[in-house]
């Protein structure tokens, strides 16, 4: 760093003169600051821009694809029972009653104990019989509490709990872990004798509907694909009712699909108007006033309600309004898909002709594909620009260091020079003084 030596010779301060003459210097890197400024601030409007434009992209491209536009909803005259839809559904209706709901098999023993009490005889282990599949559980001491602790070990299949009586000794019940017939069970002691003096058996079931002449049953209270892609689930609330189930179209999922969309597309839009347009009242442009592809790409989305042919798809609710933007009714786009579900489907998907959501794809792809979109092309120009523009500032602050330094040298050669010139005034000074009272006296 170079020494500078402000005014002490000349007065003049030689600091504020520097910085005053450095503005000078700086007024081509201001303006590249400027610049850089404006081109962060065009990045960042095209980068937001772009992303929603992806998303739009992908939201047009799932409802191009037929996404959603198949799917059914299922629904049921009783809330005790409640039906849901699959793949493979198929749109129809039918009645069934319930008859019964599945329950456990269950054993409540005669005799009581205290847990310490020995219940297990002819040793410490008990037999488990279920599915013909026949257990051997070690009880360890034969007592309440270790028979309780063998029943509910891993992989037995049913569970174990002990009751506590007003007389304070326990009653041992037994309940399947599963629902259903097939979950029923023994259990005695190992040499086939009964158990805590036998039990009161309270048979499992199976769950059970009618369809028509057909009973059908499950070992839970869910029948899986009673008919393809249905699901059914009773409680025992239903139990002797009569249910109508039926399934059809989902229309409200497939209309708010579309009016999302629509949703989506104005907003696009709207953000596009708010960067290109003209501010009257503060006279100020957006900051993306000047891009043509921007422009273009908001008239691209406007006339992909256009099909083809020529025609419009106001007939499925969808049209233009004076201000430049989309409106949905949704009652004619309900009435249209309910009295023709494939014809409307067609006006939206990809096909033949293109629908409308695939135009809508269309054009948001080729402004925002990630590789080849316009926008993403102009945000890559804009980035090397900005990488341009602060290098050049970068060089301009080296440049601008260096002038300082030399502006600093020059003003303390400056006082420098003075103050060998104000040295020398003094000694000529004094020796023409001392000349002059020479020749006085």
Request: charged share 15%; aromatic share 4%; no cysteine.
């Amino acid at each position: 760093m170079t020494a500078s030596i402000s005014g002490l010779v000349s007065g003049l301060d030689t600091a504020s003169i520097i910085d005053q003459l450095m503005q000078l210097e700086t007024v081509p890197q201001d303006k590249l600051k400027s610049n850089l400024s404006t081109e962060q601030t065009t990045l960042k409007n095209l980068q937001a821009l772009n992303a929603k434009v992806a998303a739009l992209t992908s939201q047009a491209q799932a409802l191009a694809a037929g996404t959603g536009w198949g799917s059914l909803t299922a629904t049921s005259s009783s809330a005790a029972v409640t039906v849901k839809t699959t793949t493979g559904t198929t749109s129809g209706s039918f009645t069934l009653t319930v008859g019964q709901t599945a329950t456990a098999h269950s054993l409540t023993f005669a005799a009581t104990a205290a847990g310490s009490d020995v219940v297990v005889s002819g040793g410490t282990s008990v037999s488990l019989t279920q599915n013909g599949v026949t257990q051997t559980l070690d009880t360890g001491n034969g007592t309440l509490d270790g028979l309780v602790t063998a029943l509910n070990g891993p992989g037995t299949g049913i569970s174990a709990a002990k009751v506590r009586l007003d007389d304070g000794s326990y009653r041992l019940v037994v309940n399947a872990t599963q629902t259903g017939a097939a979950a029923a069970f023994t259990l005695t002691n190992t040499d086939g004798s009964a158990l805590l003096g036998g039990a009161t058996v309270a048979a499992g079931q199976d769950a059970a509907i009618t369809l028509g002449a057909d009973t059908i049953h499950s070992a839970t209270n869910t029948f899986t694909g009673v008919i393809p892609g249905v699901d059914l689930t009773v409680t025992s609330a239903a139990v002797g009712t009569s249910v109508d189930v039926r399934v059809a179209k989902d229309s409200a999922s497939v209309t708010a699909s579309v009016k999302s969309l629509v949703d989506s597309v104005n907003a696009t839009l709207t953000q596009i108007d708010a960067l290109t347009g003209y501010d009257a009242t503060t006279k100020t442009a957006g900051p993306l006033a000047g891009d043509a592809g921007v422009r273009s790409l908001r008239n691209e989305l406007l006339n992909a309600i256009y099909p083809a042919d020529g025609t419009s798809i106001a007939d499925v609710g969808i049209q233009t309004d004076r201000f430049g933007k989309l409106v949905f009714n949704q009652d004619t786009f309900t009435a249209a898909y309910a009295a023709d579900p494939a014809r409307v489907t067609a006006k939206f998907t990809s096909g033949t002709t293109a629908g409308f959501a695939a135009r809508v794809a269309a054009v948001a792809d080729t402004a925002s594909n990630k590789y080849t979109g316009t926008i993403t092309s102009a945000i890559t120009g804009r980035g090397t620009s900005i990488t341009r523009i602060q290098a050049s500032i970068d060089d301009w602050d080296q440049r601008l260091a260096l002038r300082r330094t030399t502006l600093q040298q020059t003003f303390t050669a400056l006082e420098t020079a003075l103050s060998k010139m104000n040295s020398q005034s003094s000694w000529l000074t004094s020796q023409l003084g001392a000349l002059g009272n020479s020749q006085g006296s």
